[in-house]
Nanobody
Framework: VQLQASGGGLVQAGGSHRLSCAAS????????VGWFRQGPGKERKFVAG???????YYADSVKGRFTISRDNAKNTVYLQMNSLKPEDTAVYYC??????????????????WGQGTLVTVSS
C-alpha cells in the first residue's frame, strides 16, 4: 500500500479543515488506516483510526472534534478536523496496517506510511 497525505495548511483557532489520504494498492480496502501527528519537539502520536469495515477510534484529545472516514471506491481516507486548537498544530501522517495485526492506536503496528502534511493552527 502506498499512501499520500494532503490538505495541510494554516487555519485559525476554532476553524475546520480536512485532510485526505489517497492510497494505492489492492489491499487498501482490507486495511486499517490511521492518522498520526507529530507536534514540534514531540513524539508522533495516534490521532484516529478506521478499520476496513468502518469502525472508528479516536485519541481522547480529539474525540468529539475530529472525524475519520473512508471512501473505498476512491481509495481515500479523510480526517475532518473541527474546533481546531493551537495545540493541534503538527505534521499529520496517514498510515495503514493489516487488519487484525496489532491495536488500532499502536504506532508500531502500522507498516505503510505516507509523507506528512503540516497543519498550523493560529491563535
Amino acid at each position: 500500500v502506498q499512501l499520500q497525505a494532503s490538505g495541510g495548511g494554516l487555519v485559525q483557532a476554532g476553524g475546520s479543515h480536512r485532510l485526505s489520504c489517497a492510497a494505492s494498492g489492492r489491499t487498501f480496502t482490507s486495511s486499517t488506516v490511521g492518522w498520526f501527528r507529530q507536534g514540534p519537539g514531540k513524539e508522533r502520536k495516534f490521532v484516529a483510526g478506521i478499520s476496513w469495515i468502518g469502525g472508528t477510534y479516536y485519541a481522547d484529545s480529539v474525540k468529539g472534534r475530529f472525524t475519520i472516514s473512508r471512501d473505498n471506491a476512491k481509495n481515500t481516507v479523510y480526517l475532518q478536523m473541527n474546533s481546531l486548537k493551537p495545540e493541534d498544530t503538527a505534521v499529520y501522517y496517514c498510515a495503514a496496517k493489516n487488519s487484525g495485526s496489532g491495536a488500532i492506536d499502536a504506532i508500531t503496528a502500522y507498516l505503510y506510511w505516507g509523507q506528512g502534511t503540516l497543519v498550523t493552527v493560529s491563535s
